[in-house]
């Protein structure tokens, strides 16, 4: 049979094929307690507290209805001053609206490091099954010749931009992944390397130059031959500056200066510029769609703009490596032309330290917690950068793709931003079945825009709390489930919600066998939840505690069902004011924290600790607070309020 009939035959299978699923048991789903309401003073709101609570008091009129009636527990404290309910910000800071629109941004990138192009196009249905709708190729200028797979950093070492690398397949092999992955609706992305020019001396030789006149003259030669006849010594960067240690952050030097003392750090000018041009536009001649802007943090803002309307007045997408923790220094770029998201490295980090909890309470506050860019970033658990340089970058030391194998599910299973996922690392089988859930995820709102997926996450089940279960839902409907265990021995599959209404499918990677009601160590299960009519979110139930302290790091240890967290307990997270008047806080300074506990059912009792030892008791001869039901209670200067709860809207007496 010709190639082209079995390529064709192949994109019908993969359009026809997305779905990939096996009748799940629905009998492992437990229903978990009953919705409860709260009288508000300006009207009545359904509530369940913890998520609920966040979308109950947001809304055009939020600060018209946010006096929430308190039933205090213990007395007033003196020495304070009241505080009044405001808006809470956006989870990264920014409203969705205050974003300029800018060219369509790739859901799922797979970056083939050490592909060629034609290695590439014979794997695309592959990818197209998978879900993936970007593939990132290798920089394509020419590099150092050598064993780019086991030399990975040579592939950043341009040494012309004339060319695409006939190594990789030229011009012609480009332009033929270009059009072949087009078929499967794929966009190719372009990584270019526009900050510096490949290696031609030590960090130790160029340091001797500065006194060594005739070293400095041997080494500018040695610009000349290499780069030469397109570019020369006076297309580089001088003085000649060592970028290392607290220099990479150092707006002094991190825009001039030569990284690790050695990289052939380029001028921004108009010659150097108009290279670059050049091989954009060779790149977008070939097909290419989108393009990856390597080291942009060492190049200012206004010369990488230039590229970035380049490259979007023709339509293409654009992202820029900010390798930074800072948000600020990414905002900076973010801003240019149309909009160019970043890579997330604050949030890489994160995932790290809550991955490796072994206690699904203790991960889900420090996934709640995470200070990170923001949907609209390009997000990764570990990247090329992470996986093959010497040491651990920002803190992300994943030792291999099977460690990390659980926080790319959990990534993956998120469905929101762009993922850029690095071919070592969609090999493990919870990953392979994680890409098929998020790709049949975004087939249920593939003409929504933005991707409209909201997720709760909870810990579950109590008291011991080892799994974590991610529920998400589309215009307030449950359209997939996602449940993990993180602790070392198998679990029983339990959720907090109740699920009798829908249909469960399970989707897996292969054909692996059925593993009944129970959680793998270590692993992760992923379901599409359906029904014939749309059903509302099912109820969770919470204690959601607001703490105000002076405390950096504030804990909750406590107890449900006679079970005590391992201390210090669970880490509260940052909280904005939580939306009631006439709360009274100390004048000695500090800010709000906040957790939600789930629950089958009160009471809990528990102590507050800085994480180090020091100690917020209740200060009767009990020793402990306690929420005598689910609900919203805040905790400030030992004094404990809880919500008062009533009965549903029609019992409850007008206000």
Known sequence: MPVACVMNVLRWLVRRCRRRLLKGNMSVFKANGRTQWVKNINGEFPLRTGLDYDLANDGEDRRKASCWAFLCQDTAVS?????????????????????????????????????????????????????????????????????????????YQPLSYQDIDPALGGAEGLWRLCEEAADFRIIVIADCVFNHMAVVASCQEWQQAQWDGGKMEELQQRLDHTFGPHLNRHDFQWPWICLENEKWDDPHYMFEGWGCGEWSELSCSEKVISQHMGHLQQLLDCGVKGVRLDAAKHMRPQHVGRYVDFVQDQGGFVYAEVLSMDKQLHSQYEKLGKGVPSTDFALA????????????????????????????????????DTMFNEGPICGIDWANAEEAALAW???????????????????????????????????????ASPYPLKTELVAWPPPSYETLSMLLTLADCPVGLAVFNLSSKQQRLEVPWSLEDFGVHEVRAGNNEALGGHLAARSARFFLLESAAPVPNPDVQYMTLFYFSTWEHPHIHFCVDHAWTAAPGWALRKSEKPAVRGIKIPRNGGRWWRVDVPLRAGPVEFVLNDGRGSWDNHPSSRGNYVAEMPGLHILVDKSLATLSLGAPPGLLPSS
Do not use: C
């Open 79 to 155: 020495d304070t001053t009241e505080e009044t309910a405001s808006p809470d910000l956006s989870e990264d800071g920014m409203s969705e609206g205050s974003r300029v629109d800018g060219p369509p941004q790739p859901r799922t990138i797979f970056h083939a490091l050490h592909y060629t192009f034609e290695e590439l196009r014979r794997i695309l249905p592959e990818l197209a099954l998978k879900g993936f709708d970007a593939v990132q190729i290798p920089p394509a200028h020419i590099s150092p010749q050598g064993d780019l797979r086991r030399s990975w950093f040579l592939r």
């Open 349 to 384: 980090a994160s995932l790290v330290k809550a991955w490796r909890q072994e206690n699904g309470g203790q991960a889900a506050t420090q996934l709640q917690a995470i200070d990170h860019l923001g949907s609209h970033a390009v997000q990764f658990v570990r990247n090329h």
């Open 409 to 447: 599910a959990y990534l993956i299973a998120k469905n929101e931003g762009s993922l850029l996922i690095h071919q070592d690392d969609i090999h493990p089988p919870i990953v392979q079945a994680a890409l098929a859930f998020r790709s049949d995820l975004s087939s249920v709102a593939v003409s």
